[in-house]
């Protein structure tokens, strides 16, 4: 195995380029991966630009190696690792808690303060780069029906179910999703599969969302007057936290799993007076292994979110705002292109 590899490495904002790094050794309770397939997000792209609040509280700092929706093989491990590992086709969670404090005791290790997080907090080198090294621990083995383009969708796929479960939305229920983004879109198909009618609100053309099945996809106005039983915020917009709570029925429920650049304002008067339950999503850690069966099933196949599969020599343009590859929300990197 070579002694280095190809990495996307970030150095500042908008600064960045594609190196020759050393590869990563498995340390105890460690594998290394051969990343097959890795996703950008929205917060690679904070990163890019400088805004990343981490950036500011001291928990990331340049240089540093995004990536943390990924799908690979593994082909070393550490030692005490069970050896079953080698070869196995995997994904990891993206938070990796200290296993110690007590958080992480209780089973909320996605919150833990000394918590890495892979390619984004804590110095833990993501999956923008050929390998990759993790935790035995942090490991969820992918079946063949789950190939490595559904794989690098796990991660999302995960902070969806768990923005679909928080809303409780099912038969008989309607739900409204604002932000037709990557997260919001497969919080809508997590809510479909429950059984609930879904309603999609964005900004701009509804076609693709349409073409995903979601007739009802609106705009703020041409969204019917309708009483929504449960609301998901999947955008960035500081506004939409209110507008959520202004459109949810009383005794409904509101999701939040979208962040804004900026403060939110809300009124909690509106949460008490309408007896509304109101709930935050941070990670999707306790619902990777929920999403896996749900990808293997066919419940839910997000693979029509991908745009396209590009190099790592194209990562800075993609994170620059470039749109490659079709309507999807979502661009793959294949780090052996």
């Not at 498995?26 to 904070?46: M, Y």
């Not at 939305?169 to 429950?194: E, H, K, S, Y």
Request: proline share 6%.
């Amino acid at each position: 195995m070579s002694s280095t590899m190809r990495a996307f490495v970030l150095t500042g904002p908008r600064e960045c380029a594609v190196q020759e790094v050393p590869a990563p050794r498995a340390v105890a309770g460690e594998v290394v991966v051969d990343v097959d397939r890795a996703g950008v997000c929205g917060t690679d792209v904070e990163f890019f630009t400088g805004e990343m609040t981490y950036l500011h509280q001291g928990h990331s700092a340049y240089p540093m190696r995004l990536g943390h929706e990924w799908a690979g093989t593994v082909t070393e491990v550490g030692a005490g690792v069970d050896p079953g590992w080698l070869g196995r086709r995997v994904m990891g969670d993206t938070m990796l808690g200290d296993r110690t404090c007590r958080r992480c005791r209780r089973g909320h290790q996605h919150t833990c303060e000394r918590r890495q997080e892979v390619g984004i907090r804590g110095g833990r080198a993501g999956a923008l780069a050929e390998r990759l090294a993790v935790p035995a621990w942090s490991l969820h083995a992918l079946p063949d029906a789950v190939d490595a383009v559904l794989g690098a969708l796990v991660e999302p796929g995960g902070n969806a179910l768990r923005a679909a479960r928080a809303a409780g939305a099912g038969p008989g229920d309607r739900a409204l999703v604002l932000g037709p983004g990557t997260i919001g879109l497969l919080t809508a198909m997590f809510l479909r599969a429950a059984g609930a009618e879904v309603h999609v609100l964005g900004l701009g053309s509804p076609d693709f969302a349409r073409g995903l099945g979601f007739a009802d996809t609106w705009t703020r106005e041409t969204l019917p007057d309708l009483p929504f039983d449960a609301v998901v915020d999947a955008t960035g917009a500081a506004g939409s936290p209110a507008l959520a709570v202004e459109l949810v029925e009383p005794a409904g429920r509101v999701v939040y799993i979208g962040l804004s650049g900026q403060p939110s304002r809300l009124d909690t008067r509106a949460l008490v007076l309408k007896d509304v339950t109101a709930v935050g999503v941070l990670s999707g850690s306790p619902g990777l292994a929920e999403t896996i069966a749900a990808y293997a099933s066919g419940a839910v196949d997000p693979r029509p979110l991908v745009a396209a599969t590009v190099g790592l020599g194209e990562v800075g343009a993609v994170l620059a705002g470039a749109r490659i590859g079709g309507a999807g929300p979502k661009v793959h990197i294949d780090p052996r292109r």
